[in-house]
């Protein structure tokens, strides 16, 4: 079913805007959650993202069942492999993810909207442009749609049977580990207080929990509203195009993608605004410029070789037990690990 402007004007920007206040609301980043593991030995974002996969598979695996569609990947290994490594370096050097560079530009930093604009023109570049002959080699390698239980199979039930069962044992278990203990420590204080709901809401920051589920949450709508995963690069590609051809996306124009990307902007703002953290902030020497928009280059040529950013294939892929969005998240991690060791850690050693 064709879905007409209006549809994705206002589908697009609510959802958009609730995702973007959610990101600065919990500060989510997939540079962070990964690179604080080895730089701080810090988890909290990482257990957010946790969470998110959680929470999707059980929202994916309904869903399926109510009707919609799933859409694991074709596995492209040497896709899968270079594509993340190299968008994990990109994100590094841009200081954020497509997520987090996305709602960072919200809050006004200058540095970050370098980074997307670098995002734009890489995701461009390896689409069609100069780097798109050594994309297609590496998308040359193509073992049809496996998943974790086997190649995907549209009318078989044992995929969202297993997205379920798997989604539901990863929330007991992280309540087991983190929730009970968290519980415990809290002692008689209540878990939520509901007397300062629109402060706790609205103006504070949220716990790594509640970011993790509410991000879960609002990317099924995404998937419900639109039939497939939420996705960053191609939003920013989809209104390079609008502004520059008048004519990129698949349905014509300024599209789905495009309208999220404007609603995260906007949901990001508004949080900043209402936390007294929106600011325009200008890096103080231009080689962090220079580096944040060579991070977003990378970012580009990654998220179109894998077929997808972090959130298109850790958070879209990953919770359809995809096995090419499972390569490209570790990928994303390892190249993330290899940049925070190379660019702070190692003058340590």
């Not at 670098?118 to 297609?136: E, I, P, R, W, Y």
């Not at 014509?252 to 906007?266: A, M, N, P, Q, Y």
């Amino acid at each position: 079913m064709a879905l007409g402007f209006e549809y994705y004007l206002i589908a697009g920007l609510i959802i958009g805007f609730i995702f973007g206040f959610i990101l600065q609301s919990g500060r989510f980043c997939m540079n962070s959650a990964f690179r604080d593991i080895i730089l701080l030995k810090e988890f909290k974002l990482a257990k957010a993202v946790a969470v998110s996969l959680a929470v999707l598979a059980v929202g994916f695996a309904i869903f399926a069942f109510a009707g919609w569609n799933l859409g694991p990947k074709d596995f492209k290994p040497w896709a899968a492999i270079v594509g993340g490594l190299v968008f994990g370096i990109g994100m590094v050097l841009a200081g954020g993810c497509a997520s987090g560079t996305t709602y960072r530009v919200g809050e006004g930093m200058m540095g970050s909207f370098v980074a997307a604009i670098g995002l734009t023109v890489g995701a461009l570049m390896t689409a069609g442009g100069v780097l798109n002959d050594l994309k297609n080699v590496l998308h040359l390698t193509n073992l049809g749609k496996i998943t974790l239980v086997g190649v995907f199979d549209p009318a078989s039930v044992i995929l969202p049977v297993v997205m379920l069962i798997l989604g539901i044992i990863g929330i007991a278990v992280m309540f087991f580990f983190w929730g009970l203990p968290a519980l415990k420590k809290r002692g008689d204080k209540p878990l939520v207080k509901f007397d300062n709901f629109v402060e706790a809401g609205f103006k504070k920051g949220y716990p790594w929990w509640v970011t993790g589920i509410l991000i879960g949450l609002i990317l099924t709508a995404g998937f419900v509203a639109s039939g497939g995963p939420v996705g960053i690069t191609g939003g920013w590609m989809n209104i390079s195009g609008w502004l520059t051809a008048g004519d990129f996306s698949p349905t014509g124009g300024l599209g789905w993608s495009g309208f999220i990307i404007f609603g995260i902007l906007i949901g990001a703002m508004v949080s900043a605004i209402l936390k007294k953290e929106f600011k325009f902030r200008v890096p103080k020497d231009g080689f962090t410029l220079f580096k944040q928009f060579l991070g977003g280059i990378l970012m580009g040529f990654g998220a179109v070789t894998a077929m997808g950013c972090n959130i298109t294939n850790i958070l879209g892929g990953i919770p359809q037990l995809s096995l090419h969005s499972i390569v490209v998240g570790v990928c994303i991690m390892l190249g993330s690990w290899l940049a925070a060791y190379l660019l702070f850690m190692r003058k340590k050693d």
